[in-house]
C-alpha cells in the first residue's frame, strides 16, 4: 500500500496554553495511531493565539484519520483540529 501525507492543524483554547504540552500528547495519539512524524511548527493566527502545524505519514490502509481527529479534539486544552492537506506520497 502506498504513504500519505498528512498535515493537520491544531487550535488552541486561547493564548495563554502551554503549546508544547499539547504537542507532545498529539505526537503520541499520532505515534499510536502509526503515524511517522516528519515535521512540526508553530504559527500565528492572530491576537497572540498559535496553531500548531503537525506533518506526519501514514500506511494508506488505515483508511480515515476520523478517529484520531476525535482523539486530538479530546486533550485538554485543544478547541479543534483541521486536516489542512493530504497527498499520497511518492518514491
Known sequence: MA?????????????????DSIKKQVLKKIDSYGGILKGTE????????????????MDESRGSTDLLEEQITEIEDVQSVEIIGISRALG
Open 3 to 19: 504513504r500519505i501525507i498528512i498535515k493537520l492543524k491544531v487550535m488552541p483554547t486561547s493564548p495563554d496554553v502551554n503549546l
Open 42 to 57: 508553530i504559527e500565528p493566527i492572530a491576537f497572540g493565539l498559535k496553531a500548531i502545524i503537525i506533518t506526519f505519514n
